[in-house]
């Protein structure tokens, strides 16, 4: 089949990246991206980091274009419907776009609060768009009394944060017994817990919040808390997770639900029945895929990183024969500042069952956990270290034995000890992947 004109589902930094590698490729036909936000792709961190803090407008995060596009936008519009027989998305406008291949880059959104009414409370925020950052950004502006954050993943640990630096009282309540404790284990939760505490965070641990509720006029006054506790609180920011924007894709016969979009590690989407849905690919955040580093375990990233090496990968293999089709293996890395500590890491946490200090120390502050799964190494933490995990990475495809050897000057006296992973629940999900508390460090 001719390809003379692809589809770009989901003006994202994956949408964008992969357009811009479909030209350099050498791709000469119609390229249209489609995308239900008015805005060209921006840069969403800056949006929990600098946006906030009033260092960055959101104007100023639209990300570059590396290249020529010559590409048809469809902005402000979104996808409602697939028909796979006949090649088109249909638009809630009611246009029919046609297409000869289809790539799928739409993304995650941010969980809703549960209760319509009183997420629709004025003070109740996400965290997720350039207007969502407008909007918190305006709120905290204003000083309010105290801001309650639910959810203790990264977003929802950014964003207190954000609030210490601004000497406003924040209380974050967290079903967990740490911060982080489910993206990254007791370990690095732990010291979290120290971090937020030392700042000055009133910090709910094993707490759920039950119910927000509003004055006469409207706005949000106080929460109620699982642990007994009423909590007065002008501002609520919601970091509950992320879903996968797939309804659109209802009835079109590919595999999708809210935890994304099943493919395979060649970026071609599967339908329902199992098989490869001819002529159609995914890519970033709303992708769900089995990752050949690790048993063919499926994952879903909501990194920027991946997004933008999966996007290069579907590309590449939306002008290749199959047999010159490239696998999607890259590790993942995510990072985060917050409480003055950079953290970032680097492999899967997902599935480790132990846990060590390879470098460091907790109490200085500076150290690699490593992570470890049935006797191998599978990912690595880092808290102000993050010149390291290059190598560590290298470790990690090459499926070392854990706890791997490096003999670094900074590493453990004595043998070392690793500990039980003791991830929430009894499971490990991956660093940025679902199902944390957050949907960020991507795009």
């Not at 638009?91 to 880059?105: C, E, N, Q, S």
């Given at each position: 089949?001719?390809?003379?004109?692809?589809v770009?589902?989901?003006?994202?930094?994956?949408?964008?990246?992969?357009?811009?590698?479909?030209?350099?490729?050498?791709?000469?036909?119609?390229?249209?991206?489609?995308?239900?936000?008015?805005?060209?792709?921006?840069?969403?961190?800056?949006?929990?980091?600098?946006?906030?803090?009033?260092?960055?407008?959101?104007?100023?995060?639209?990300?570059?274009?590396?290249?020529?596009?010559?590409?048809?936008?469809?902005?402000?519009?979104?996808?409602t419907?697939?028909?796979?027989?006949?090649?088109?998305?249909?638009?809630a406008?009611?246009?029919?776009?046609?297409?000869?291949?289809?790539?799928?880059?739409?993304?995650?959104?941010?969980?809703?609060?549960?209760?319509?009414?009183?997420?629709?409370l004025?003070?109740?925020?996400?965290?997720?768009?350039?207007?969502?950052?407008?909007?918190?950004?305006?709120?905290l502006?204003?000083?309010?009394?105290?801001?309650?954050?639910?959810?203790?993943?990264?977003?929802?640990?950014?964003?207190?944060?954000?609030?210490?630096?601004?000497?406003?009282?924040?209380?974050?309540?967290?079903?967990?017994?740490?911060?982080?404790?489910?993206?990254?284990?007791?370990?690095?939760?732990?010291?979290?817990?120290?971090?937020?505490?030392?700042?000055?965070?009133?910090?709910?641990?094993?707490?759920?919040?039950?119910?927000?509720?509003?004055?006469?006029?409207?706005?949000?006054?106080?929460?109620?808390?699982?642990?007994?506790?009423?909590?007065?609180?002008?501002?609520a920011?919601?970091?509950?997770?992320?879903?996968?924007?797939?309804?659109?894709?209802?009835?079109?016969?590919?595999?999708?639900?809210?935890?994304?979009?099943?493919?395979?590690?060649?970026?071609?989407?599967?339908?329902?029945?199992?098989?490869?849905a001819?002529?159609?690919?995914?890519?970033?955040?709303v992708?769900?895929?089995?990752?050949?580093?690790?048993?063919?375990?499926?994952?879903?990233?909501?990194?920027?990183?991946?997004?933008?090496?999966?996007a290069?990968?579907?590309?590449?293999?939306?002008?290749?024969?199959?047999?010159?089709?490239?696998?999607?293996?890259?590790?993942?890395?995510?990072?985060?500042?917050?409480?003055?500590?950079?953290?970032?890491?680097?492999?899967?946490?997902?599935?480790?069952?132990q846990?060590?200090i390879?470098?460091?120390?907790?109490?200085?502050?500076?150290?690699?956990?490593?992570?470890?799964?049935?006797?191998?190494?599978?990912?690595?933490?880092?808290?102000?270290?993050?010149?390291?995990?290059?190598?560590?990475?290298?470790?990690?495809?090459?499926?070392?034995?854990?706890?791997?050897?490096?003999?670094?000057?900074?590493?453990?006296?004595?043998?070392?000890?690793?500990?039980?992973?003791?991830?929430?629940?009894?499971h490990?999900?991956?660093?940025?992947?679902?199902?944390?508390?957050?949907?960020?460090?991507?795009?």
């Amino acid at each position: 089949m001719t390809t003379e004109k692809i589809v770009v589902v989901g003006a994202s930094l994956a949408g964008l990246r992969a357009a811009e590698a479909l030209r350099e490729l050498g791709f000469t036909g119609a390229v249209t991206l489609i995308g239900d936000e008015p805005h060209h792709p921006y840069d969403r961190p800056p949006l929990s980091k600098a946006v906030l803090a009033g260092r960055l407008s959101t104007a100023h995060t639209q990300l570059p274009q590396l290249r020529r596009l010559d590409a048809e936008w469809l902005l402000g519009v979104a996808a409602t419907g697939l028909d796979l027989h006949r090649r088109q998305v249909a638009l809630a406008d009611g246009r029919r776009v046609g297409f000869d291949k289809l790539l799928i880059t739409t993304g995650t959104r941010a969980r809703r609060w549960r209760d319509p009414v009183e997420s629709a409370l004025t003070g109740v925020h996400l965290l997720r768009t350039r207007e969502d950052a407008e909007r918190l950004r305006a709120a905290l502006t204003a000083r309010p009394r105290r801001v309650l954050v639910v959810g203790g993943g990264f977003t929802g640990s950014e964003v207190a944060s954000l609030c210490r630096d601004l000497d406003l009282a924040v209380t974050l309540a967290h079903r967990d017994g740490a911060p982080l404790a489910g993206a990254l284990g007791a370990a690095v939760g732990g010291f979290a817990t120290g971090l937020q505490r030392e700042a000055g965070v009133d910090l709910r641990l094993n707490t759920t919040v039950e119910r927000l509720e509003g004055d006469a006029s409207g706005r949000l006054r106080r929460a109620r808390l699982s642990d007994g506790t009423a909590l007065e609180a002008d501002v609520a920011v919601v970091a509950l997770g992320a879903v996968g924007n797939v309804e659109w894709l209802a009835g079109s016969g590919l595999a999708a639900d809210g935890r994304g979009l099943l493919c395979d590690a060649r970026c071609r989407a599967r339908t329902a029945d199992g098989g490869v849905a001819e002529a159609i690919y995914a890519a970033g955040d709303v992708a769900r895929w089995p990752h050949p580093l690790y048993d063919g375990r499926l994952v879903r990233l909501d990194h920027w990183g991946n997004a933008v090496a999966q996007a290069r990968v579907a590309a590449h293999n939306m002008l290749h024969r199959a047999v010159d089709h490239r696998e999607h293996r890259e590790l993942p890395t995510f990072w985060s500042n917050q409480f003055g500590v950079n953290l970032k890491s680097v492999g899967l946490t997902a599935g480790a069952d132990q846990v060590v200090i390879n470098q460091g120390s907790l109490d200085a502050r500076k150290f690699v956990a490593a992570h470890g799964r049935r006797g191998r190494l599978v990912a690595a933490v880092a808290v102000d270290s993050p010149r390291v995990l290059d190598g560590y990475a290298a470790l990690i495809e090459a499926r070392v034995p854990f706890p791997p050897t490096i003999n670094a000057t900074d590493g453990p006296a004595g043998p070392p000890h690793p500990v039980p992973a003791a991830f929430p629940g009894g499971h490990a999900v991956p660093a940025g992947g679902h199902h944390r508390e957050d949907d960020h460090d991507h795009r």
